[in-house]
Structure formats: structure tokens, C-alpha cells
């Protein structure tokens, strides 16, 4: 089969990805690819440190089954040396833990099996990076570490952090970047994908594969997707992840407790539904635009059927519990006690509304968490917050206390 257009391939492509380095590089990339019906090499590479596939592990692996759906060869590198060196970012206490080499192997596995519910993984080249560093000598070794030196190394940027801060680097943390960009030298990669965090080894890797005479790579590196909190990147240590293999109703359950704010990333990072139509979608309810995510990703990983029942059961055990009361009481406001931009701060508009009995008590409810607005009871971050002052707005302070604005005069 022919592959797609350039054109089509670089809209498909460039969807969800935050950079392109080179950018320049990659429609010529793919015209040399086209014209010689040559599949481009597609590399993307992980640590068996913790054996649970996560939706942020998910990103990378969605892109590279777009690349295998254009044509490209998909290429899995399983870390199981550079597991046991330990990534130095030290984003969790599990990277930062050795483990032995049947631990790693034992989650390679399982890691590998639920990757299949990503990629194509029959027809994708899985390699184990021991099967090359586990053959280096010492002199191997000491030869691939003269061509990079420590200024060019304290340029990674957890390096720089850690060197500011006066936190120990230890000596074989700096060899990490290293053997992560000689694995594109040794499977002869043509685009790597990875996180933003990732652009150092992916520039490294593109010099040691000048240095060997090969084609040099193209990194393409995606946002990190923010976990359910809506803050932090997702990761298990933090609680803020949903795995799929989790229940479907596990599922359902956290997708339906996200922030409204991370929504339109995770529907453009975790589906493949055209924008045109995500904005249509978050431009109605919230908790619909939830729960149409929460199916389509379902579905991904479970079955269609799965997630409509998980759907079915959340709204009957929690969606219906938290439907609006049917007597909301009308709490009136002036025209003239609002500012001149139709705002007013959020302690004094729940004071004015009488839900609070002075600003103090109404600072109180906000800095607890318990001062909300709008049917989807959206969280009040701080008593200054402006808050534009509408018709049928909807304001809550607790379970108990709430109603619906009037402006008048």
C-alpha cells in the first residue's frame, strides 16, 4: 500500500505535539520515505521500573500507532539497562529504586501486554537495550563516553537544577542520557517520540548518529499530560493517574472527577475525534463532555459495551445523587453593588448573596474548599477571584447552602 500524502501525513502527525525538532526536517524526511517506499523507523523507548501503563504513558504510544497506520515501522525499546542506572530526572521514588533484572524483565512483560492495546504490537521490532550495552567491554564504554563531555552533559536540564540546588549528581546518572540516545544509533532511528523533558537525549542521540555516519533522527516530543488533579503531571506516587487496565468503572469514576480546564488536552491527547468536533462538545455541559470522554477512551481499552454500562452506573450512583436541588432560593443583587466589568470579588459576592455571613467567614469557606459555582459546582480558588455576576448564576457554600442570582435595577 502506498503511503499517504505528505501533507496528510504531517496533519495527522502534528496533532498533539508541542515540538518538532528539527521541524524543517520532517516533510523532506517523509518525501525521501514516499518516494523511495521506504517506512520510517519510529522509536519510542521505556523503562520497566513500574509494570502499570497509564494514560500518560498512552501519548507517545497513540502517536506511534498513528505512524504504524501511515505506513512507518514501529520500534519498542524495553530499558532494561537504563532501568537499572535509574532515570536522573527522579520524578518518582520508583525511578530512583534499583531493581533487579528479573524484576525489570517481569515488568517489561507485563508492560508489553497492555501495549498491545495500544499499538499494533505484532507487527512492531521490540529490543531490550542489553542485548547491545550488555556486550560492552569497559574499553567499550570508556570509548562511548569521550564523545559527549560534562559541559555538553550539565546542559540537560535536570542536571542544571540539581547542580543549582547543590543536590548530589552521581557519575553513573550521567551515563542515562547517554545510552538513551546510543539506542537510536544502534536501531537506526528516524523519529523518536517522547516527552518535552526528553529534548537533550533526543538532540544527543542526533550527533553520536552523524559521529557513526547514519541519517540523524527527528525528535517528536508531546505536552505532558497533567493528571486528574489537573496540575502535575500524572504518575502513580502522586494518585492523580487512571491505568488502563484499571476497571471500567474505576475509570469512569476519575475521568468524572476532572478539572474542566484540562479537558480539551486530553480530549486532543487521548482521542482521535477532530477538534472541529471536540469544541463543539466542551461548548456544551461539562459533565457531558466527560462522560463522551470517559466512553471513547472506555471503549480504547475495555469495549464499547463496557464503557456504556460503566456510564449507566456512575449516573446511578453518584450522577443522580448530585443533580440540583428542585426549590433553589433567588438571591437578589443590586445592579449598582457590581463592579462597572460585571464582576465582584468572590468573598464579597458570597456575602451579598447571604450565604456567608461576613467576608471573613466567606474567606474561610473558600480557602477550605467548600465555596463552589455553577451547576458543575466549579471550585472558587481564592476570596479575590473576580466572579462576573449573571442571571441564574448558581452559588454554593457547602452542601447545604446555595442559590441562584437575580440582578436588579
Not at 509494570?51 to 500507532?65: E, N, S
Not at 472506555?298 to 464503557?307: L, P, T
Not at 447545604?400 to 440582578?407: A, G, M, P, S
Amino acid at each position: 500500500m502506498p503511503f499517504p500524502a505528505v501533507e496528510d501525513q504531517l496533519a495527522v502527525i502534528r496533532r498533539g505535539v508541542e515540538k518538532i525538532v528539527p521541524e524543517e526536517e520532517l516533510a523532506a524526511m517523509l518525501t525521501r520515505s514516499r518516494e523511495s517506499e521506504t517506512p520510517l523507523r519510529i522509536k519510542y523507548g521505556i523503562d520497566p521500573t513500574a509494570a502499570d501503563v497509564h494514560l500518560g504513558h498512552t501519548v507517545p504510544l497513540r502517536k506511534m500507532r498513528q505512524f504504524q497506520k501511515l505506513g512507518h515501522q514501529a520500534v519498542i525499546i524495553i530499558g532494561n539497562y537504563t532501568a537499572m542506572v535509574g532515570d536522573p530526572s527522579g520524578r518518582d521514588e520508583a525511578r530512583t529504586k534499583k531493581l533487579s533484572e528479573a524484576e525489570v524483565e517481569a515488568n517489561a512483560q507485563f508492560y508489553l501486554s497492555q501495549v498491545g492495546k495500544v499499538i499494533d504490537i505484532d507487527t512492531a521490532e521490540v529490543h531490550r537495550n542489553g542485548n547491545w550495552f550488555g556486550g560492552m567491554s569497559f574499553a567499550d564504554i570508556l570509548g562511548l563516553c569521550g564523545k559527549v563531555t560534562v559541559a555538553q552533559l550539565l546542559t540537560r536540564d535536570d542536571f542544571a537544577k540539581r547542580m543549582k540546588a547543590e543536590t548530589p549528581i552521581y557519575l553513573h546518572e550521567c551515563l542515562y542520557p547517554l545510552m538513551q540516545a546510543w539506542d537510536s544509533v544502534e536501531i537506526k532511528a528516524d523519529i523518536e517520540l517522547g516527552g518535552t523533558e526528553q529534548l537533550y537525549s533526543f538532540m544527543l542521540a542526533r550527533d553520536l548518529q552523524k559521529d557513526a555516519g547514519l541519517s540523524q533522527q527527528i525528535g517528536l516530543m508531546s505536552p505532558i499530560l497533567v493528571g486528574t488533579d489537573g496540575k502535575k503531571r500524572m504518575g502513580k506516587s502522586l494518585g492523580n493517574y487512571i491505568g488502563i487496565s484499571e476497571d471500567p468503572y474505576e475509570m469512569m469514576k476519575k475521568f468524572m472527577q476532572l478539572s474542566d480546564a484540562c479537558m480539551r488536552m486530553y480530549y486532543e491527547l487521548l482521542t482521535d475525534i477532530p477538534m472541529e468536533e471536540v469544541d463543539t462538545i466542551l461548548a456544551g455541559h461539562p459533565k457531558e463532555a466527560k462522560v463522551t470522554l470517559a466512553k471513547h477512551v472506555i471503549s480504547e481499552y475495555h469495549d464499547a459495551g463496557a464503557a456504556d454500562d460503566s456510564a449507566t452506573r456512575w449516573q446511578r450512583e453518584i450522577g443522580d445523587r448530585s443533580a440540583l436541588p428542585e426549590d433553589i432560593p433567588v438571591a437578589e443583587i443590586a445592579r449598582s453593588e457590581i463592579n462597572d466589568d460585571g464582576t465582584l470579588p468572590a468573598a464579597i459576592l458570597l456575602k451579598v448573596a447571604g450565604l456567608c455571613q461576613s467576608s471573613g467567614e466567606a474567606r474561610r469557606a473558600i480557602q477550605q474548599g467548600g465555596a463552589k459555582l455553577g451547576e458543575d459546582k466549579t471550585k472558587i480558588e481564592s476570596h479575590d477571584q473576580p466572579i462576573e455576576v449573571t442571571d441564574g448564576l448558581l452559588l454554593w457554600v457547602g452542601k447545604k447552602r446555595f442559590c441562584k442570582l437575580k440582578v436588579v435595577g
